[in-house]
């Protein structure tokens, strides 16, 4: 299984980023697909995450500015990031969960400054 992020890169505060991920090599639409972000000197955290009933869970942090979707189709899950702060600066992480197993991409860095 293949987890390929894209769509981070540098913004100011206040502005917005999508990033994707698409996965291969296994049956997608079997998954929970997560967003975990990791900023330097803390732990790794959930963002979202998004089960195969399309049932959503957000950090609290979050909340509000920020959107998960997925397309089976593409076999590609979304994180739609607005109204960014200089707290969410992180690697981000896509995650795909199927009972014991997890999978994870290589990461995306989100810069937000001024």
């Known amino acids: 299984v293949q987890l390929v992020e894209s769509g981070g890169g540098s913004v100011h505060p206040g502005g917005s980023l999508r990033l994707s991920c698409r996965v291969s090599g296994s049956i997608f639409i079997a998954y929970t697909m997560g967003w975990y972000r990791q900023a330097p000197g803390k732990q790794r955290e959930l963002v979202a995450d998004i089960t195969t009933g399309d049932r959503i869970n957000y950090a609290d942090s979050v909340k509000g500015r920020f959107t998960i979707s997925r397309d089976n189709a593409k076999n590609t899950v979304y994180l739609q990031m607005n109204n960014l702060k200089p707290e969410d600066t992180a690697v981000y992480y896509c995650?795909?969960?199927?009972?014991?197993?997890?999978?994870w991409g290589q990461g995306t860095q989100v810069t937000v400054s001024s």
């Open positions: 995650n795909a969960k199927i009972s014991a197993l997890e999978y």
